[in-house]
């Protein structure tokens, strides 16, 4: 057995506790085998003086819209989305989402995320680099309806079934994938529901946006009499495996019938903030035991892909949301960057365990706002950054170690991208 052995350190555990305690590595499986004093490994790390907690989780991303940060600010979903972002997606090329993806992973890595779930086009470039840098990720064609004839809109839908299929395991098992088709308004039911029986055929979940805006939950409940949630569950859409952007806009019916299937809800602060979607009942949804994840969402609406970030807008929007300062409280925020992301996503990561995937982060506490330590937990959810951590480690495999990033060449990957991002406004004419 190939080990690595992160020592010297605190781990943070799943119960929000911190233990001084080393880790050990499997590196072949990729599982923390061990966790105690002075564990050697063939590899070591060192974390003195640091934090050592789980990798964080991104729910729900499109990571190659990195090309679009700053593009469009300043608009709500559907002005933005019609008036901004198609038009220019419309343009986009197989060498763009690579770049793109390339820099988003390369900015997820260093701010501690292990793992993320993405929705985009041209999904198998996505795979290339996630490959290549090390990540671990939940992968899927985006598949649209909207300003599409029926033939294209269901071959749409069937080419991220294969997607699914094609990649489910790939890059030695740290990927997997999901039929995603993009929203409850923006495809038919009849290829909401095709979606939802080939992905379950398939064994893969289904993930999709759903009550983000007060636009999108109007027109089901006129059309259908029933709540957006009740209609996707009609659908096939809300599994115990499957999961959804957003859930803003969701009634104390909805979020029973969430606690009851176990459906996950990849909550997005940052992104409901800045379209001005609405606030997230997410104290609601945490009490009745729904599982939460956190996503940044793309880069054109956040407008970057640090957990750290997110994590803090989600607990301080919890609490205006609750109109309670107690809501979303620190550990609950963590919670769900961490092993509340893992358990949307199925997958054994998000906690310090022997038997879990050693997918994690390492901070630095040795800086000027992480003083004094009154509280660690406190400080990862209100004070700590992205550039806090110190070695960011996925699958058993360091990724980052002392900031400097071991899979990717930093200075290429940021050349590349702004390079792509030029050319593509360019050819899109904006
Ligand atoms: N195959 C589809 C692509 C869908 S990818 C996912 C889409 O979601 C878009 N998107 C990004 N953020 C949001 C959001 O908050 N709500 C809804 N859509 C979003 C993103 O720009 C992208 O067009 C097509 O032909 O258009
Ligand atoms: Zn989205």
Known sequence: MATLAIRGGRILRSDMTVTEADVLVDRETGDIVELGAELAGDEELDAHGDLVMPGLVNAHTHVAMTLLRGHADDKPLDAWLREDVWP?????EPADIEA?????ILEMIKSGTTTFADMYFEIDRTAEVVERAGLRAVLGHGAIAA???DVAARADIEE??????RLDGAAAGRISTAVMPHSLTTVTPELLELAATEAHDAGVPVHYHANETVDEVDPIVEEHGQRPVEWARDLGLCTEADFFAHGVHLDDR???LLARTGTGVVHCPA?????????APVQQLLDAGVPVGLGTDGAASNNDLDLFDELRDAAMLGKLAAADASAVAAPDAVSMATAGGADVLGLNAGRIEAGAKADLAVIDLDAPHLT???DV???LAYAARGSDVRHTVCDGTVLMRDREVLTLDEGAVMERAAARAAGLLERAGV
């Open 377 to 379: 937990v406190s400080h």
């Open 147 to 149: 300003g599409k004839d």
């Open 160 to 165: 991220s079934v294969e997607m699914a299929r």
């Open 372 to 374: 004094p330590e009154h």
């Open 100 to 104: 793109g993806a390339a820099l988003g």
């Open 88 to 92: 220019v997606e419309a343009a986009l």
């Open 271 to 279: 992104s409901n903030m800045k379209l001005a979607s609405g606030m």
């Open 254 to 256: 909805e979020i029973d």
